[in-house]
């Protein structure tokens, strides 16, 4: 069993690492992600998207070259457990999605996922060998096509001093910036 | 010279490794998020908020705990190079950011920030050699107390399938799911 490039412990390793828990999202994201670099349409560079910002970005940042930071890969909070990747010039991409259907043969899985038990009630064990064991059998694949506005590399624009906080800013954001505009999550 | 637990090196080669290449503003990330972690205040268990989603965020999952999937590491895209930790409970925190008037010193990573130059005019030897001089001494900080909307934690509340596209989706988001109100990312 591979996850992308790793082994099962390799990964395991990583996340726990990386993301500070063997988070059960995080293992059934591997699948998602492996499942997604496994299906790729032609082209030679991809950006991701992920639908929920739960666990699953980790997964992406772990195992593709997409990272937050470097803005390839984008995060809609949807709220639904899917991850896609796509040919950066084109938008077509391949997604992959968490299927209900499917999910209905791992009663523990199902129960966790639809949140049917509180939680002392789980069986954490049961829990990660049903992962384990469904790995990409309750995944399904979709292909997409992202839209236009979300092919093209953002641009920053001039830069500009805030003259309100004395900090740099994208001077489109207007004047003065978006922090000094109240967007800042501080208390004045 | 050290980067949070790691010499000027080993934060070097992790960026490589995790973000692709070795972006300007990751390595002036280190220094923002290294300042950060010497000036907590008190507590135990610490949230970051990046002010900025390009380049820094990938040093904060680099350097803390804190990662988008496991929502310790929130992005307010305010076009502010700045980093706040702030302790979970109360909010109480230390934001540090890119100083502009100490950055006047440093005439080529002045240049760079405030993009004076084309990019083909610019000296990138140069520009790391100022930025790893300048190392912190570009730096300032401030003490913030984060709005209390931003310390609770995230509660996704009931799961539902959406009766349009048979997903899972948290309820609280509406009949049908975010994706099918037309949120979706995809050309239909």
Not at 170 to 184: E, K, S, Y
Request: include cysteine.
């Amino acid at each position: 069993m591979k996850i992308a490039a790793y082994s099962y412990d390799e990964y395991v390793h990583l996340v726990k690492s990386f993301h500070g828990s063997l988070a059960p999202g995080l293992v059934i994201g591997g699948f998602i992600v492996d499942l997604a670099l496994k299906n790729l349409p032609e082209g030679e560079f991809f950006d991701a998207i992920c639908e929920t910002s739960v666990c699953l970005p980790d997964a992406v940042q772990l195992l593709t070259p997409c990272t937050i930071g470097n803005g390839w890969l984008k995060v809609f909070d949807l709220g639904r457990f899917a991850v896609t990747l796509y040919e950066k010039e084109k938008g077509k991409g391949i997604r992959v999605y968490l299927d209900t259907e499917k999910l209905k043969s791992w009663p523990e899985f199902n129960a966790w996922y639809f949140k049917l038990k509180p939680k002392k009630e789980q069986d954490f064990e049961l829990l990660m060998s049903q992962i384990k064991e469904a790995g990409p059998s309750v995944l399904s694949t979709q292909p997409v096509c992202v839209k236009p506005e979300h092919t093209v590399k953002r641009r920053m624009g001039p830069t500009a001093v805030c003259p309100s906080c004395g900090e740099a800013y994208p001077l489109r954001d207007g004047t003065p910036c978006l922090g000094c505009q109240g967007r800042a999550p501080y208390v004045e």
